[in-house]
């Protein structure tokens, strides 16, 4: 009787050591799934930084194009010959000219301005999002988490005191 007795709590022990091992591998399952969130968030910073190189490289495109606009303004003017009437006609124009070209740096500078607003915004923006979609996959998996060891803890104190239980009946049957 207590052989038999002896050989339940035996594979009992056993059931609830190989779900022990169950609930282990669990929890280092979900440990691997946040060492791949942090990852995520590194992968995140380099792409915002990749994206604002390449605000940058439009905004330093389109300074050079107003220097290539004000070279051939130049180049133009001079150009132009030395007849005074020529040069009578060359200044007004060059005025036109200037005033032109300050009204498109102007707007130049507008557009480089707002550009960087937007660039600026959209950044915050989208590190935001992920900041929130990766806090949210962060707390959800600490969830998980918790709940797998609560779990764990339970089964645990379950087999102790089945385990004590049954020391007691097995002290009683002796």
Do not use: M, T, Y
């Given at each position: 009787e207590n052989q038999k007795e002896t050989q339940k709590l035996k594979v009992n022990l056993e059931d609830k050591t190989k779900e022990a091992e169950q609930y282990r591998s669990q929890l280092e399952t979900l440990q691997q799934q946040r060492d791949a969130s942090e990852k995520d968030k590194q992968t995140v910073a380099e792409s915002q930084k990749d994206y604002g190189q390449k605000l940058i490289?439009?905004?330093?495109?389109?300074k050079k194009k107003e220097a290539d606009s004000a070279a051939a303004l130049k180049q133009a003017n001079d150009e132009n010959g030395s007849?005074?009437?020529q040069i009578a006609a060359m200044?007004?124009?060059e005025s036109e000219q200037a005033e032109a070209l300050k009204k498109a740096t102007d707007d130049s500078n507008t557009k480089i301005a707002d550009l960087e607003d937007i660039r600026e915004a959209l950044k915050k923006d989208f590190k935001n999002a992920q900041i929130a979609a990766l806090k949210k996959k962060e707390t959800d998996q600490a969830e998980v988490l918790k709940k797998a060891t609560d779990d764990f803890n339970t089964k645990l104190q379950n087999i102790?005191?089945?385990l004590k239980k049954s020391k007691e009946d097995n002290a009683g049957l002796s």
């Open positions: 490289n439009q905004i330093e495109a389109l007849l005074s009437a200044k007004k124009k102790r005191e089945e």
